[in-house]
């Protein structure tokens, strides 16, 4: 079988070689009866329109590259300035919740002053009233001695 199957193969590329030798004989044929034929000058400027078309053609392919370049570029800043608004917004509220903790010290701080003026003034009040009750301990007690020594007699 292996010998059907190689002589298969060498039939078909034989023929495709056939077939390939007859396309170029048409071709030739073809470029013959077609093919136009210019002096130098011709020629040089002909080839000097292709280089151009070659190179304009590399020029537009960098222009789509350049353009998608900027275009990543305009989107990379929009995305950066929309970080950079959130960032402020977030350190304006970090502002304003410093400022509101602040003011609530400065209230607590406040009340408290009040209450230690409360305590001190009740503390005052405690010590007269304390000083009160030894002057009238004392008054008692001298006036209850004299008692003492007067019932003695």
């Known amino acids: 079988m292996d010998e059907k199957g190689g002589s298969e193969r060498w039939n078909g590329a034989i023929t495709n070689l056939t077939e390939m030798a007859s396309n170029l004989e048409s071709l030739q044929k073809l470029l013959l009866k077609k093919a136009v034929f210019v002096d130098e000058e011709s020629f040089a400027k002909a080839s000097l329109t292709a280089d151009q078309a070659r190179t304009i053609k590399v020029l537009e392919q960098r ?10 570029a305009i989107t990379a800043a929009a995305r950066a300035r929309s970080e950079k608004r959130q960032a402020e917004a977030a350190q304006r509220a970090s502002e304003l919740h410093a400022q509101e903790v602040t003011k609530e010290l400065e209230n607590t701080t406040k009340v408290f002053e009040l209450h230690m003026e409360e305590l001190r003034a009740k503390q005052e009040e405690i010590a007269k009233r304390d000083d009160d009750i030894k002057l009238l301990e004392a008054i008692i007690q001298t006036l209850g001695g004299k008692e003492s020594i007067s019932t003695s007699m």
Do not use: G, M, P, W
């Open 63 to 72: 222009v789509e590259t350049l353009e998608r370049e900027l275009d990543a």
